[in-house]
Nanobody, 123 residues
């Protein structure tokens, strides 16, 4: 599975960005898809995940109510709509895929990763 993340950028606090992650190489329609983020010197943190059917979504407390994860299985693409961005949201955002049924928030539990896209939020 190859994942290609895009959509990051430099924005001001309060702005929005829509991140995209396109999957190829193997159908991911039955995979759990997720987003993580990482700042230098820290571990990669869970942000959001969505089950293959799209009926269940999961969010870190820090982004609940501001971020929305969605997926389009026909396009093998997962999205992360980020609203009301804050400077503390600044990080490299990675998309990930997992064939596991259970959504795990530890980055070590996800076998497939994209290359990351930088999100920088200025105050």
């Amino acid at each position: 599975v190859q994942l290609q993340a895009s959509g990051g950028g430099l924005v001001q606090a309060g702005d929005s960005l829509r991140l995209s992650c396109a999957a190829s190489g193997r159908t991911v329609s039955k995979y759990v898809m997720g987003w993580f983020r990482q700042v230098p010197g820290k571990e990669r943190d869970f942000v959001a995940a969505i089950r293959w059917s799209g009926d269940r979504t999961y969010y870190a407390d820090s982004v609940k109510g501001r971020f929305t994860i969605s997926r389009d299985n026909a396009k093998s693409t997962v999205y992360l709509q980020t609203n009301t961005l804050k400077p503390e949201d600044t990080a490299v955002y990675y998309c990930a895929a997992s064939p596991n049924i259970v959504v795990l928030t530890s980055h070590a539990s996800w076998p497939y990763w994209g290359q990351g896209t930088q999100v920088t939020v200025s105050s």
